[in-house]
């Protein structure tokens, strides 16, 4: 079993930056790839970024690219979310999710393991 925990959310304008933190616990959490979703009230869950567990492959969907960046420390069991040029469509809950698969997936369902979400809201 794999814990996962994200922090960091708040309100935030158009422009400013934010860094959600997830952190995992729990059986190999280290090792595992880490991805980041978001889901905006009345939308499908949708994929933001994600990891692999050495940190050598990321993947990032194209509305952020440029904008967002993933990272983790793995001596602190850690995955960040920077996000930079926050827009209001931004605004969502973000979720962390893990898995022990070893590829980036961008279906929710392919993740096992899930936090309870951040709120990130975006407005002047």
């Known amino acids: 079993q794999v814990q996962l925990v994200e922090s960091g959310g708040g309100l935030v304008q158009p422009g400013d930056s934010l860094t959600l933190s997830c952190v995992t616990s729990?059986?190999?959490?280290?090792?595992?790839?880490v991805v980041w979703f978001r889901q905006a009230p009345g939308k499908e869950r949708e994929f933001v970024s994600g990891?692999?567990?050495?940190?050598?492959?990321?993947d990032y969907a194209d509305s952020v690219k440029g904008r967002f960046t993933i990272s983790r420390d793995n001596t602190k069991n850690t995955v960040y979310l920077r996000m930079d040029s926050l827009k209001s469509e931004d605004t969502a809950t973000y979720y962390c999710?893990?898995?022990?698969?070893?590829?980036?997936?961008?279906?929710?369902?392919?993740?096992?393991?899930w936090g309870q979400g951040t709120q990130v809201t975006v407005s002047s």
């Open positions: 990891i692999t567990w050495k940190g050598l492959t990321t």
């Open positions: 729990g059986r190999a959490a280290s090792v595992y790839v």
């Open positions: 999710a893990t898995g022990p698969g070893v590829r980036i997936s961008r279906q929710p369902a392919d993740w096992a393991w």
